[in-house]
């Protein structure tokens, strides 16, 4: 990618060194709009390609959200093809669907924490009691998956605020369905992106 590094300006390429990228994940997608250069990325499996955003920045990923303005769009981006483990947790009438990385842990573990987690400071939504019911450890696609499961529940989600760290956040992650209703979602998510 000897190309990308040409045209990439020092400042982006410490950008792209701090936050541990590389510039083979990036494609070249200057004067092409986002319908045109979020598929050649995909083909091409970058995750980030160089593109003006409105503040002036040119690093983007393949949906155009400037990750230099919002660096959490690394995350986010990255998460969608990589592995690690889909759950469905359960409080009273509602239906959690969410992804944990296995990382140095084991699978219990790291479902564990995040059945802690759920339960801290309150409760993710306000809810206490969060017990996961059902996992799935799957090698790729793990935030499509998430992502498809929760498409397929939309006519059941629920929005609850809670307060976490301090700050007021809306849950976006649950449904006010049945438990078989949301297992049922995530067997399908995962045929579908598998």
Known sequence: MDSILNILTDEEKAFIK???LSTSDFYDARGETISVYHDKAKALGCHFVISQCQYGHRLKDR???CII???ANISFQKRETKGGVVYVAVSG?????GITEEKKKSKQESLNDREYRLNSEGGYAS???WQI???WSIEKNVGKVEREAHRLLSQYHAEKSYIYSGSRRIAQEIFECSIAEAINAVKQAIQLNQ
Request: proline content about 0%.
């Open 93 to 97: 009438k509602y239906c959690k669907i």
């Open 18 to 20: 701090e936050y541990n």
């Open 69 to 71: 303005c919002n660096t």
């Open 127 to 129: 809810r206490d009691g």
């Open 63 to 65: 949906s155009g959200h």
């Open 133 to 135: 019911i059902k996992s």
